[in-house]
């Protein structure tokens, strides 16, 4: 049986036992990890995924993090004291061995998935939160920006600090004003939000 995996912006055929170099993954020597992105499962009866198998992995163990051989990139202008550069790069690449394909129940195997970024699952975690409170607070909320000195970017602070309406910048104390960190709060402001509040 053989798997066509995706990861790194590349695609690769694997079996069972395979070495791999694979673009940088976020994972240490010795860690078990899991691509979910498979493109296609071939054997006796192959499947083709639509743009991947559902429940589909290939789970393999990260050999070492190595780098690639060295590129050299020479610039030279054909002029009479014209200038040369020349640059070299190693790519960073993550030696793995192909131990496992699964055909079914990738996320209920409990291992870490392949990812470039460490943090690139929280992320895509935290996003639809972010998207979830955003309506909420839209639905109370003022136009800040209708305040003297408030631009955009100070009326993103005021709604990050949880100010969001005329009535709550109003409503502020020299004490509430000394404990915003977000952005300093302009007494101006308080009293300018008392008149709008009241329409």
């Known amino acids: ?30 860690e078990t990890i899991q691509f979910n992105d498979i493109l296609m499962l071939g054997g006796d009866a192959p499947v083709v995924g ?14 070492d993090q190595i780098k690639g051989e060295k590129l050299i990139h020479f ?66 909320s003022d136009d800040l920006t209708q305040l003297t000195g408030v631009g955009p970017a100070a009326a993103k602070k005021l709604e990050a600090a949880g100010l969001t309406s005329f009535a709550q910048v109003a409503a502020l104390s020299a004490d509430d004003i000394a404990a915003i960190d977000a952005i300093k709060v302009k007494p101006e402001w308080v009293e300018q939000a008392k008149d709008l509040a009241k329409g």
């Open 75 to 140: 610039v030279k202008r054909r002029r009479k004291h014209s200038s040369k550069r020349t640059k070299g790069h190693r790519q960073k690449l993550t030696l793995v061995k192909i131990t496992e394909i699964l055909a079914s129940g990738a996320d209920k195997s409990g291992v870490k998935v392949a990812t470039g970024k460490g943090d690139a699952p929280a992320a895509a975690k935290a996003a639809p939160a972010a998207k979830a409170k955003a309506p909420a607070a839209a639905a109370g």
């Open 50 to 63: 639509v743009p991947f198998v559902e429940g589909a992995a290939v789970q393999a163990e990260v050999v």
């Open 1 to 30: 049986m053989f798997a066509v995996l995706k990861t790194g912006g590349k695609q690769y055929k694997v079996q069972a036992g395979d070495i791999l170099r694979v673009e940088k993954l976020a994972a240490d020597a010795g």
